[in-house]
């Protein structure tokens, strides 16, 4: 899984939207507190009409009856799951699954043990701790050294400005109320012009 990987989209019309764009790396809200839940139906029909065979689903604090109850709900669609944590949890639960998954990078989280696990398949470094991870170093010699994959976060549009014309950088995106026309209502003019998209496009045209 390369690119670009977008979080918290919740609807149809937003999933095809992102799809024209280019987006082809979904990271599906589950937290039941989140602002970007997607219900189990509108899930469904996104996977029905994707035509990507992996997405993630997000998860934070959950039970571990709770997340295997997702995966058991959608072992018919045909699809392939990634977890991606978003909590503090030690190193041994993310594993217990037996799946790859990514981590969504916490300072004060097991991070070495994380690392160091055969199914942590990637890490997401949100730009809001930059200053805490730049100064670990054995951090980076440990993805250095397993080659994980990395995507660098921002939480909203106006964050992901940091992305413009840094080639080597493989983006991470929390959808946000900046391209909704009222509560859980995308507006998908403003979303597919958001400026974004054409630095992105141009920075790959670069490569």
């Not at 609807?11 to 599906?28: K, P, Y």
């Not at 669609?77 to 978003?86: C, D, W, Y």
């Not at 106006?158 to 493989?170: D, L």
Request: with cysteine; aromatic share 14%; proline share 4%.
């Amino acid at each position: 899984m390369k690119g670009l990987l977008v979080h918290g989209c919740y609807d149809q019309s937003t999933f095809q939207t992102l799809t024209t764009l280019g987006v082809e790396n979904f990271a599906f809200d589950l937290r039941g507190k989140s602002t970007n839940l997607v219900t189990f139906k509108n899930l469904k029909e996104i996977l029905s009409v994707s035509p990507f065979q992996t997405h993630v689903l997000i998860f934070e604090d959950d039970t571990r009856e709770t997340i295997l109850s997702f995966f058991d709900l959608l072992k018919n669609t045909g699809k392939s799951f990634v977890p991606e944590f978003r909590d503090n949890k030690d190193a041994a639960f993310y594993s217990s699954f037996g799946k790859p998954y990514l981590w969504y990078f916490r300072p004060e989280g097991e991070w070495e043990k994380i690392l160091k696990s055969d199914f942590c398949e990637g890490i997401i470094l949100p730009l809001k701790y930059q200053s805490l991870y730049q100064d670990l170093p054995h951090l980076w010699t440990l993805i250095e050294e397993r080659e994980i994959p990395i995507w660098l976060h921002a939480e909203n549009f106006v964050e992901a400005e940091f992305f413009e014309n840094k080639k080597s950088i493989q983006p991470s995106l929390d959808l946000t109320a900046e391209i909704q026309i009222s509560y859980r209502s995308v507006d998908q003019t403003r979303l597919s012009t958001m400026k974004l998209w054409r630095k992105l496009n141009e920075s790959s045209a670069g490569q």
